[in-house]
C-alpha cells in the first residue's frame, strides 16, 4: 500500500517539474519581456477615451456608453461560451457544474448593465465625470 502512495507523489511531483514549471517560467518570461508595452498601450488607450469624452456632445457621450457596453456583453456572452464548451469538452465531470455556473455568473450582470447604459443621460457639461467603462 505504501507502494502505490510513494508511486503516486513520484508522478505528482514529476508532473509539477517536468510540466508544470516550464509553462509557468515560459508564462513568466511573457509577462516580464510584453507587460511594459502592453501597460503602454492600455495607457494610450486611456487617454484617447478621456480626450473623446471631454471633446464629446452630450448625444456622442451617451453613443459612447452604450457602445462600450455592447462590446462589454459581447465579450462577457464569448467568454462564458468558452467556458463552457471548454468545461464540456475538457474537464471532468464533477468540474463542469462548476464552470457552467461560472459562466452563468457572468452573464447574470448584463441585463442590469444594458438597462444602466440605456437609461444613461449626459449633461454635455466640461467636467462630467465619465461613465465608468
Known amino acids: 500500500m505504501i507502494e502505490i502512495a510513494v508511486g ?15 509553462i509557468l517560467l515560459v508564462i513568466r518570461a511573457a509577462q516580464l519581456l ?7 498601450v492600455h495607457s494610450a488607450v486611456q487617454e484617447v477615451q478621456e480626450h473623446n469624452w471631454r471633446h464629446a456632445y452630450a448625444f456622442d457621450r451617451e453613443r459612447m456608453v452604450r457602445k462600450a457596453t455592447g462590446w462589454r456583453v459581447i465579450v462577457r456572452v464569448a467568454s462564458a461560451g468558452a467556458l463552457a464548451v471548454g468545461a464540456v469538452t475538457f474537464a471532468s465531470l464533477p468540474l463542469v457544474p462548476i464552470c457552467l455556473i ?12 444594458m ?7 449626459s449633461t454635455g457639461a466640461q467636467d462630467e465625470p465619465p461613465f465608468s467603462w
Open 102 to 113: 461560472a459562466g452563468y455568473r457572468l452573464l447574470k450582470p448584463i441585463r442590469q448593465e
Open 8 to 22: 503516486i507523489t513520484f508522478v505528482v511531483l514529476c508532473l509539477a517539474v517536468f510540466i508544470l514549471l516550464p
Open 115 to 121: 438597462r444602466d447604459a440605456c437609461a444613461y443621460r
Open 34 to 40: 510584453f507587460g511594459p508595452a502592453v501597460k503602454e
